[in-house]
């Protein structure tokens, strides 16, 4: 596959449904190299996935706050399978926790899978495919 097609079978993720349309502001701030999360006004609850209404105090009032890009890996798991044409296989994802508190599914970067570990500090870095897809990524941290 070469890397044109490669960028081309990669989906962008606010495209995937109707579910996904509400993280369009998430995946703009990745698109300029930032992380802005949803975060209720109401109760504070961060909302990961970003949603329409808060499942805490059922609140329809949010804000995109913008964070770090720091945290730790809590934990990852290597897909035997690609879930996605898009990705190499084996395919690994990491469940990182923000130094905020939220939780983030993404790809570690130049970590091999052997060096991953619970706790490990990582950093969030920005990958722009083309002009329309910018994909977040986490590294080990400096």
């Avoid at 999360?37 to 009032?61: F, I």
């Avoid at 804000?63 to 990705?87: D, L, M």
Wanted: glycine residues 4%.
């Amino acid at each position: 596959m070469t890397a044109d097609d490669e960028r081309a079978a990669t989906p962008h993720p606010a495209l995937w449904g109707v579910l996904y349309r509400s993280s369009m502001p998430f995946w703009d701030s990745v698109k300029r190299h930032e992380l802005e999360l949803q975060r209720c006004s109401g109760c504070q609850r961060w909302l990961t996935p970003p949603r329409p209404m808060c499942p805490n105090c059922q609140s329809a009032e949010s804000e995109w706050v913008k964070v770090s890009g720091n945290g730790t890996i809590y934990s990852w798991v290597t897909y035997a399978e690609s879930p996605h044409e898009g990705f190499d296989s084996p395919h690994t994802v990491v469940l990182v926790e923000l130094d905020e508190g939220p939780r983030l599914v993404s790809m570690p970067v130049d970590i091999p899978e052997a060096d991953l570990e619970i706790g490990m500090r990582v950093s969030v870095l920005y990958e722009d495919i083309d002009e329309d897809l910018t994909l977040f990524k986490f590294e080990r941290a400096a």
